[in-house]
């Protein structure tokens, strides 16, 4: 069976989702410069994607924003 992977542009879901547990797999970089975060799909990150954008999900101040900075990290390392 295939994994099946999700991009998520959006720093916020992605810090979100970071701070929950899900990993990051990579970031890509398309044509424009613009940055992906790459995670494994499945029912438990879509679950979490809906919470958020719901604006019920619930995670610990302090993991969400190292994720931020970890996220950002990331992002200016690979230029």
């Not at 069976?1 to 990993?23: H, K, P, T, Y």
Request: hydrophobic share 45%; net charge neutral; proline share 1%.
């Amino acid at each position: 069976m295939e994994q099946q992977n999700l991009q998520i542009r959006d720093l916020g879901l992605a810090a979100a989702i970071v701070s929950l547990g899900f990993e990051v797999l990579e970031t890509r970089r398309d044509m424009n410069s613009r940055i992906y975060f790459v995670f494994v799909d499945s029912p438990e990150l879509q679950e979490a994607i809906k919470e958020y954008w719901a604006n019920t999900l619930n995670v610990k101040a302090r993991y969400y924003f190292d994720a931020i900075k970890m996220l950002k990290t990331r992002i200016y390392s690979e230029r």
